[in-house]
């Protein structure tokens, strides 16, 4: 008998994977757990029925939430990401030297639990001691710091109930004073195929705090349409300065994509600017 999960992923759309095994299924205090093997991407964790990400796509992701203001911040020592309980995120920033402390704010330490135990090639940062792993609310975590991060990262699932306010106005005011001068804000803002009302409305939010904010792409074969939105808020560097060259190694990054990846197809510039 075969095995398939599906992920409704719009009201017209669905995804569906043959699973080998279901590694872990739990209801946590927020939400549905659940850890699949696939045939198709191998291990991958999904949120109240939602795929967040899996082993073999997760790199496109991670590189670019992560790389982007890395690289375009002159010199980042502290960054705050809100979300991401699977670590990849964490794990590509460690790779940058100058970065001496990551605060890492999940609201759901089950996921951070399972992530470990289960997707251990993305949760390999998270022991490392510039890491300091805090279980709470991000939006309330912001609001309580000033002018102490280079870069905050929303590593975040879909707006659904509580994540809404991730997408708001007043979170992203207080982000703002979160950063330090010259900081830069990045957050996950959904594909501008399937979500593209999503993708406007962080846009003109992010766009309503921070002095120069743009929009970037990257395909994450797994997420609604495989073309996905990343919009970054800026208080003085540009979020499409690209290095020369890049000392480690990676999987979807290099400094033309960077470069590329502002570039935007006219239809979303257009949705942007409607």
């Given at each position: ?62 590189e ?6 890395a ?81 905050i ?44 009302d ?35 808020g ?33 239809f ?7």
């Open positions: 008998m075969e095995t398939w999960l599906t992920e409704n992923q719009t009201k017209n759309m669905r995804l569906s994977l043959r699973i080998k095994e279901i590694l872990h299924h739990e209801q946590t205090e927020f939400q549905e757990l659940v850890v699949v093997d696939t045939l198709e991407y191998g291990r991958m964790l999904v949120l109240d029925g939602a795929i967040q990400t899996t082993e073999r796509d997760e790199f496109t992701y991670h670019m939430i992560a790389h982007v203001p690289f375009a911040h002159p010199a980042p020592k502290r960054v705050c990401v809100i979300g991401g309980g699977d670590g990849g995120t964490v794990r590509e920033l460690l790779k940058h030297p100058s970065i001496e402390e990551i605060d890492h704010v999940e609201i759901d330490g089950k996921v951070i639990e399972a992530s470990r135990k289960y997707l251990p090639t993305l949760s390999s940062g998270l022991d490392d001691p510039r890491v300091n792993s805090l279980v709470t609310d991000g939006i309330k975590h912001v609001e309580s710091v000033e002018n102490r991060y280079d870069i990262i929303v590593d975040s699932s879909d707006p659904v109930g509580p994540g809404v306010q991730l997408f708001e106005v007043p979170f992203y005011t207080n982000c703002y004073r979160a950063l330090a001068e010259g900081g830069l804000l990045v957050a996950q803002t959904e594909s501008p195929f399937s979500e593209a999503l993708l406007v409305k962080a846009y003109r939010n992010i766009a309503q705090v921070f002095p120069q904010t743009k929009v970037y792409l990257a395909n994450v074969p797994t997420y609604p349409s495989g073309l996905w939105s990343f919009t970054c800026s208080k003085g560097p540009d979020p499409a300065k690209a290095p020369e060259k890049v000392e480690f190694a990676t999987k979807y990054y290099t400094p033309e994509i960077h470069r590329a990846a502002f570039t935007l197809p006219p979303v510039q257009e949705l942007l600017e409607g």
